[in-house]
């Protein structure tokens, strides 16, 4: 396992024999985006399932949804099954209006029955 703190976000790595879980929590900006884009390149480089954990995050911009994209191609072409998982709060609203939780095979959670 591989933790590392960040200006403003935290991540952990857990190695697997084929599978890696990446788990963030904070808040993921631009200032952090470089660094996150080369956390997702080099683990989807390095397994055959990859699992990003959300549930810490409590923030993310437009340039974070712009990596999540890149890593699902990424994922895509070297034959990586990419999974995003835990989004909760803002995070997950964003993920959901943008269509990325779609994309990467989670549809949105069903709407609260109207009271």
Request: no cysteine.
């Amino acid at each position: 396992m591989t933790v590392a703190t960040e200006q403003t976000w935290q991540w952990r790595l857990d190695v697997g024999a084929a599978r890696r879980v990446v788990t963030l929590s904070g808040e993921i900006d631009m200032s952090g985006a470089d660094r996150l884009d080369d956390l997702l390149h080099e683990t989807i480089a390095q397994a055959a399932t990859v699992e990003v954990d959300l549930a810490g995050l409590t923030f993310i911009d437009s340039t974070v949804l712009s990596i999540l994209v890149g890593a699902y191609h990424d994922a895509a072409d070297r034959g990586v099954d990419l999974t995003l998982v835990n989004a909760a709060g803002q995070v997950r609203r964003v993920l959901d209006m943008t269509g990325i939780m779609q994309m990467f095979g989670r549809a949105a959670d069903p709407p609260p029955a109207a009271i």
